[in-house]
């Protein structure tokens, strides 16, 4: 039975379809593309033939990356969006839809923690600022959900397309010392798996929504914890490196290729995944 079925799916070209990683003409918003790792994805991405449009706080900062779209030969737009602003976000939405036609991915990649939100020898937990906790707790989960609002809608129009959020190694087990992070992070990886489902269950089976969990990379966000103003790592550096099989740091560069692979009928069965791109961080227990 099965047999004779999968031959009938290879005539119909299901296969060729399956294994394909295309995504040229697709169009891909990015939220926090003005940053590090985020504008590295979106710029990879479009050399791959994605239409970007880059969301950010700051406008210039997603021009700038437009901009170098563009002069690469690529197709983009920048948009200013506060994912803390529904109202904002529909604007955005309007916007990208009236210049590309639609939305086929949504990359939430605005996040980030906050030094007042984090335990440090100046600051116990019981220093911690209640602004700055719900500050992390809002850009990483409210902003990812509204946006997913504001954005998801139209995927439904089409039936179909993928949702990417970006978790991290907090997902799986919190990190000392980052309390608003580690919670917000795991929410995230939550909120992943409830919309994996609710969209599935709610609108269409050929939604899907997943979530890159990456591991340590220097960010301007993390330097303060990982290195020392001369360069050096701290003990807290040395700890992750030391707990990181592959003993370095990642490079943003090397999360685009799960991107591409979830967003692509590749991964036409893969739905509601946290996926670790971490070096054997998450594998390895430091025994």
Not at 22 to 45: F, H
Not at 139 to 155: K, M, P, R, S, Y
Request: net charge negative; glycine share 10%; charged share 20%.
């Amino acid at each position: 039975m099965w047999k004779s079925l999968w031959a009938e799916m290879a005539q119909e070209g299901f296969r060729d379809k399956m294994l394909s990683f295309d995504l040229k003409d697709k169009v891909a918003v990015i939220t926090g593309g003005g940053g590090v790792i985020l504008s590295v994805m979106a710029k990879e991405l479009a050399k791959l033939g994605v239409r970007v449009a880059v969301l950010d706080l700051k406008l210039e900062a997603a021009q700038g990356v437009a901009d170098e779209i563009k002069l690469a030969g690529g197709d983009a737009i920048a948009v200013e969006a506060d994912v803390l602003s529904k109202a904002s976000l529909e604007k955005a939405c309007e916007s990208v839809v009236s210049h590309f036609g639609g939305v086929d991915i949504l990359i939430n990649g605005a996040g980030g923690n906050h030094p007042k939100a984090t335990c440090s020898a100046e600051r116990t937990f019981f220093d911690l600022e209640t602004d700055a906790i719900r500050s992390v707790f809002d850009l990483n989960v409210t902003g990812a959900i509204i946006t997913t609002q504001a954005f998801g809608q139209e995927l439904i129009k089409k039936g179909r397309g993928n949702v990417i959020n970006i978790a991290s190694m907090t997902s799986y087990l919190p990190l000392t010392n980052t309390v608003a992070y580690s919670a917000a992070k795991a929410a995230v990886a939550s909120f992943t798996q409830w919309m994996a489902v609710h969209f599935n269950q709610e609108y269409s089976s050929e939604i899907r929504v997943n979530a890159i969990a990456p591991g340590f990379l220097l960010t301007e966000q993390n330097r303060f914890l990982m290195q020392e103003e001369d360069g050096e790592l701290t003990d807290r550096g040395n700890r992750v490196i030391q707990k990181t099989p592959m003993a370095r740091f990642g490079e943003p560069e090397e999360m685009v290729g799960a991107v591409v692979w979830l967003c692509s009928d590749a991964a036409s069965f893969v739905n509601g995944a946290i996926v670790p791109i971490d070096g054997g961080f998450s594998a390895y227990w430091g025994v």
